[in-house]
């Protein structure tokens, strides 16, 4: 059974109707990237896998166990929340809020995955600082580290690139190949970067006005919606490598 399964799903955003008939499985140690044009339904979707919004049409399995409180979850910041008064650890340690019940303090096996986590996203030596006063990029290991402590199963990200610039976006991608590869964490990412999408996924899920894809990045680079976006990217085939991870980031990640 798939680890999350879509069958003819039909979302609405208020009175409007952005999505119909839409269809696709997550596999346990898939990676899927959400692509596609603006207002196409790509957040909408979103907040109907986190359980934030009910279907309107159509059916969503949870398989293999997962329940939704164990999926982690990576949003678009906020100004507001870039500025949150808190330290590293804190922030870190607040993933576990969802698996804690009705627990007044965090147990030493919460701290101890909170630890491993940071140590994973190298960023152990921050842990008392200030989250606000933190660069974008560290900004968003923290994150990273905090929805790992929610999940051993399935991360779900929602566009964690933007406003990073390209040397940070290339260790975020080497990061998650790393997180993926080497600890078998499903991932779901919503992301407008077609191309790098297609670099580091193993499949894709298009969703257009009135045409959505599903399948492999081969099948999705030679479809003609696929043809389309990764010419207007940047000319995919033979284009320009600014995705590929450099050596010494994919050694950074891999100590």
């Known amino acids: ?143 990273l580290a905090r929805a790992l402590c929610a999940t051993k199963k399935l991360l779900v990200l929602d566009e964690p690139v933007t406003g990073l610039d390209p040397v940070v976006t290339t260790e975020l991608y080497g990061i998650l190949r790393h997180i993926h590869e080497e600890h078998g964490i499903t991932i779901i990412m919503v992301t407008h970067d077609v191309e790098c999408a297609v670099r580091h996924a193993k499949k894709i899920l298009h969703i257009g006005k009135g045409t959505h894809f599903f399948g492999t990045c081969t099948e999705y680079a030679e479809s003609a919606v696929g043809r389309k976006f990764l010419d207007a990217s940047g000319h995919f085939e033979g284009g320009k490598d600014c995705c590929r991870p450099r050596h010494r980031e994919e050694a950074q990640v891999n100590e």
């Open 1 to 143: 059974m798939a680890l999350l399964r879509c069958e003819d799903i039909t979302l609405r955003y208020e009175a409007l109707t952005v999505m119909e008939h839409l269809s696709f499985s997550v596999e346990s140690g898939d990676y899927l990237c959400i692509v596609g044009e603006n207002g196409s339904g790509k957040s909408t979707l979103m907040k109907c896998l986190l359980g934030l919004k009910t279907a309107d049409g159509g059916k969503l399995i949870l398989g293999e166990g997962l329940k939704r409180s164990e999926i982690g979850y990576l949003p678009q910041q906020s100004e507001i929340q870039r500025d949150f008064p808190a330290s590293v650890e804190e922030v870190v340690l607040s993933g576990c809020l969802n698996s804690r019940a009705l627990h007044p303090f965090y147990t030493k096996v919460e701290k101890r995955r909170a630890n491993e986590q940071m140590e994973c996203l190298k960023i152990e030596t921050l842990r008392k600082r200030c989250y606000r006063e933190l660069s974008g990029g560290q900004q968003q290991r923290v994150l």
